[in-house]
Structure formats: structure tokens, C-alpha cells
């Protein structure tokens, strides 16, 4: 995804970040001045001028300085339920991948941004995952890619291995293995990002019975591996990942104003992004299983999609399906891009 080149981040970042725990951004810097995005320019409250990007768009900079950049992909969806003759449970799709960069020398210009959206509908037996989202820095020119979620298995379909993605997609019937979460190894050459992404859970393992499959891989945690009884015991089983925090990015942060409700929600105080998919489970028509905090869609009888613009995974489905003439899976959130830097 672009020509790679020697521009790098600034050398003030969390190295402590890469370990995986919360970023804390660093002191804010300025004056840049820039103009972009579906939200543009707006006060945070917190010393911080953020811009958020919910589509395509190009952050145009008429003073360069150091920035945060904080890239999502789009979200996997849960699986195709129904090939040929086999309508079976669905598995949670992975969260998109999440790249941060903490301390991101910019130069003025015109830097086009792409926001990947979900899998598209209706999904085939061809392997699907959400689509990536892009930040270019035209100076380079260099290019960010947060990858797009994997897709969820389901009965039969395939290897039944769950998809590769950022975060991959959670593994189908019998006992298959989730798809990897390839984001960490993305950007080589772009130093001081930050890059979240986790592998789906494993759908439970015998033939036969009321089966589960796995949670969806989110940006913070793994997916969580089926379980067999209709009544999971205690637990997190069919869960999908957690989504990783960015403390710098909650949702009720007054520069997020314009975001809908359920973004704001799902995001939450501690800046939730890219939370997996729950699992389906097979005749259990009254169970919900959780999708991962940061967007990630509930499995099972509800069969939510994820949250659009937090890269969330879609939810696993229900076998038998509770709505038969749609056994397709559901789609995960859309990603999204947000740029903050210091007022």
C-alpha cells in the first residue's frame, strides 16, 4: 500500500505503549494548522484540536508540526451461514486493525485519507474481510495502513478456519482455529507506530451437539473459544475480543459531539476501538453472547453488526437461523480516521 520512505514519527512516543498497554500521548505540541474531515478542527476541551474522518477525505496542513494519527480498518463480518445445502452457526468477524502514531512529524500539504468499510454484502463463499484504511503523507510519500477484519467461519464452510485480518475472524465448525490478526507486523519501515490487532477464538471442539463457535479477534484481546452447552458455564466463552483504549479518544469528548449515540457508547470514556465479533451458537435461541467493548457486534439470536466508524467485528449468528431468509452473516463497523494535535 504505497511507497514506503525514510520519513519517521517524531522521537517523542510511549515506547512504554509497545508493550500493549494504554498509549499516553505526549504533551501538546503546535502550532500546526490544518483543515479536513467530517468533523473538522473542533475543540476538545482538553487542549487538543481533533478532526475526524468517517469517509474519504484529504487533511490538508497549512502549518506542519507533530500530530496524532489514530487509524482504524474496517470491521470483519461474521461468516457466510449458508453454502449449498449446509445452513449452520455463524462465527464473530474480527475487529480491523488499529494503528496509532503518538508523535507524527507532518509537513504542509494535501495528505489524502481512506476509511475502510465493511465486507461487502451479500458475502460468498469467496473469503471476505473489511477493507483497510489509509493515511498517505504526501511529503514522502508514505502510507499507513490499518488492515480490515477478518472474516468469521461457519459450518463446513471451507477449511472452517476463521480469517486472517488486522484482527482475524473467529474460527466455524468443528473446533476449527480463528484467523491470525496480522496488523502488528504491518508498516515496515514507518517507525514509532503503535499497531493493535489479535487472532479470533477457536470454535469449540466435537462433532455433534450444541456447538459454539469463537468470539472475533479485537485490537486489545484474542477471541474467546466456544463453549458446548446451550448454557455457557461462567465465563467469557464466544466472546469477542476487547477493543484496545486510547485514553485521548473518549466518546463523550465535547469535539465528538456531532458522532451518533451508539458510536459515543461503544467508544466509551476510555476510548474503545475495534472490539471482535461474539460467537453464534447452535439451538440456543435466547442466548447473547457479547461482542468486544470498542464496537464489536453481540452474537448469536440478535446477530448485531458492529458499530460503524469503531472498526467493531459483526456478530456471530444462530443455528437454526432466527431469520432464514437472511442466513448471510451481518457486517462489521467501518473504520475511521482521527487526527488530534496540541491548540
Request: aromatic share 6%.
Amino acid at each position: 500500500m504505497g511507497i514506503k520512505s525514510n520519513r519517521t514519527i517524531a522521537s517523542y512516543f510511549n515506547r512504554f505503549g509497545a508493550t500493549g498497554l494504554d498509549a499516553v500521548s505526549p504533551a501538546p505540541s503546535g502550532p500546526v494548522e490544518a483543515t479536513g474531515g467530517n468533523i473538522d478542527g473542533q475543540p476538545g476541551g482538553n487542549g487538543y484540536t481533533y478532526h475526524v474522518f468517517t469517509g474519504p477525505g484529504n487533511f490538508v496542513v497549512t502549518q506542519g508540526g507533530v500530530v496524532e494519527i489514530l487509524l482504524v480498518g474496517g470491521g470483519g463480518p461474521s461468516s457466510s451461514c449458508s453454502v449449498g445445502s449446509n445452513v449452520g452457526t455463524c462465527a464473530g468477524g474480527g475487529g480491523g486493525g488499529v494503528v496509532y502514531a503518538p508523535a507524527y512529524t507532518i509537513a504542509s500539504g494535501t495528505h489524502p485519507i481512506t476509511v475502510g468499510d465493511p465486507a461487502p454484502q451479500p458475502l460468498t463463499p469467496t473469503p471476505n474481510r473489511g477493507e483497510d484504511s489509509t493515511f498517505v503523507d504526501a511529503g514522502g510519500p508514505t502510507t499507513i495502513t490499518a488492515l480490515g477484519g477478518g472474516e468469521g467461519n461457519a459450518y463446513y464452510r471451507n477449511s472452517g478456519n476463521g480469517y486472517p485480518g488486522g484482527s482475524g475472524g473467529a474460527g466455524g465448525y468443528p473446533g476449527k482455529p480463528g484467523g491470525t490478526g496480522d496488523q502488528p507486523s504491518q508498516n515496515p519501515g514507518i517507525s514509532g507506530l503503535l499497531q493493535y490487532g489479535n487472532p479470533g477464538g477457536q470454535a469449540y471442539a466435537p462433532e455433534g451437539g450444541d456447538y459454539m463457535t469463537g468470539g472475533g479477534g479485537g485490537s486489545g484481546a484474542v477471541g474467546q473459544p466456544g463453549d458446548g452447552p446451550a448454557n455457557p458455564s461462567p465465563g467469557n466463552e464466544g466472546e469477542g475480543g476487547a477493543g484496545q483504549a486510547f485514553p485521548g479518544f473518549p466518546g463523550a469528548l465535547p469535539g465528538f459531539a456531532p458522532m451518533p449515540s451508539p458510536w459515543k457508547t461503544a467508544v466509551a470514556p476510555q476510548g474503545y476501538f475495534a472490539g471482535g465479533g461474539g460467537a453464534g451458537q447452535n439451538n440456543a435461541p435466547t442466548l447473547t453472547i457479547s461482542g468486544g467493548v470498542g464496537g464489536g457486534g453481540d452474537g448469536n439470536a440478535g446477530m448485531v453488526a458492529g458499530v460503524t466508524n469503531t472498526g467493531g467485528g459483526g456478530g456471530g449468528a444462530l443455528s437454526p437461523p432466527a431469520n432464514p431468509t437472511q442466513p448471510s452473516g451481518v457486517k462489521g463497523g467501518a473504520g475511521v480516521c482521527i487526527v488530534r494535535y496540541g491548540v
